[in-house]
């Protein structure tokens, strides 16, 4: 019997894809990649429409986990309904990834996310009430994003996106970012106050 390979077989600071399969959704037919990865110690997957490998301008999403919207349809934030239109946008054409990154609460964690939560009951906005809890507004990195790209053989991207700090750090670890594909979902009368600190304090480019 084969012996499982796992993230201790990778190598210091290594990502590898460790297993494939077909991923049907009700959006559209995808595979779905899975990594063994010592660069962070958690578990990201890739999800991937046609061939992907030696191709330029791949129509590209890096989603940041987040429980609260992808699972429990939460309307404090719109990350449910831009995890959704980016499935649907990519299933429409003939190749594209989302990148589905353990990166809840922009890093932080679930338990302090619900504590940031509720500090923002109390009148804190999403930076004040992260600083309060004694971290920076956005701990997310994208240096396994970036490594996913690779091992996925893909040449350039284009990035789906509204967060201009994505696309620099991508550029920082490599990736060749040819454009930017605006993407705005999922306003309601409930996040109103969290997108007008995204735009406002976190720049990202929200109409």
Do not use: W
């Amino acid at each position: 019997m084969a012996r499982e390979k796992n993230c201790e077989e990778c190598g210091k600071n290594d990502l590898q894809i460790i297993a494939k399969a077909k991923l049907p959704t009700e959006y559209g037919n995808f595979s779905i990649f899975a990594f063994c990865n010592n660069m962070d110690q958690k578990e990201h997957v890739a999800i991937v429409k046609g061939k992907v490998a030696g191709k330029n301008n791949v129509p590209l999403r890096i989603h940041s986990e987040c429980l609260t919207g992808d699972v429990f349809h939460s309307l404090r934030c719109d990350c449910r309904a831009q995890l959704d239109a980016a499935l649907k946008k990519i299933a429409r054409l003939p190749r594209g990834v989302v990148i589905y990154m353990r990166q809840e609460g922009r890093g932080i964690g679930l338990t302090n996310k619900i504590r940031a939560y509720e500090l923002q009951d109390k009148g804190y906005d999403t930076v004040q009430a992260n600083l309060a809890l004694g971290f920076p507004s956005d701990m997310r990195n994208y240096d396994v994003a970036a490594a996913i790209i690779k091992q996925l053989k893909i040449r350039s991207i284009a990035l789906i996106t509204n967060n201009p700090d994505k696309i620099g750090k991508l550029l920082n670890y490599g990736v060749i970012v040819k454009k930017r594909i605006p993407h705005e979902f999922g306003k309601t009368k409930y996040n109103r106050a969290y997108l007008a600190v995204k735009k406002k304090k976190m720049m990202h480019l929200l109409s």
